[in-house]
């Protein structure tokens, strides 16, 4: 198993068939993922297309994340922990700034991302929305939004298994609402198709 630093993040390649893991493993540590379609970079991962395609906001087990382009990239196989989250960008230093008022320097999971996916030729601005491994995202009957703690305990996983060849972008996650107010490392393993 590798293990991501708190508010840290790395990239790598997952090969169609491979098996990606997901491990929180303190408990309440969000993770964000995003993907990009290693034989061409322009196809990334689209929450529209998902949540559209899955009839959905609560992607888990059984579901496919599909790209910008109507392609599945990745299948959850498994969920220990059964909530996620599709709706919110990953944490940028703008998040700090306009949600929670902080001025100063923040580490970010989108800066994560940038820094990361760099080397495999992969711009800012082409980083999408990441499906927020973990995040407990609650939504009032007006449509408010709230982020309430993880309900993910130590140990809590997700398995994915690629339908393409794929660039992957993980973090444990920088924002102090999303993980109950603490930062802990996050866990992954891959493996190839069994």
Known sequence: MKI????????????????????????EQVSDLVAFNANDKREKLSSGKTLDFESTLFITKGHHLWSNRGQKMMEIWEDT???????????????????????????????????????????????????NIFMNVQLDPEGTIRVEPPKSKPGDYVLFKAC??????????????????????????VNPES
């Open 81 to 131: 922990n059964g909530r996620n989250d599709f709706l919110l960008a990953p944490c940028s230093p703008e998040t700090f700034q306009i949600l929670y008022n902080n001025p100063t320097y923040h580490p970010s999971c989108f800066e994560n991302l940038e820094q990361n996916l760099d080397a495999f030729g992969i711009p800012a601005d082409d980083i999408p929305t990441a499906f």
């Open 4 to 27: 991501i630093e708190k508010q840290s993040g790395v990239a790598f390649h997952l090969k169609k068939g491979a098996f990606l893991k997901v491990i929180d493993l303190q408990g």
């Open 164 to 189: 393409m060849d794929l660039i992957i972008g993980l973090t444990a996650c920088s924002a102090e609402q999303s993980n109950n107010f603490k930062f802990k490392p996050i866990g992954y393993e």
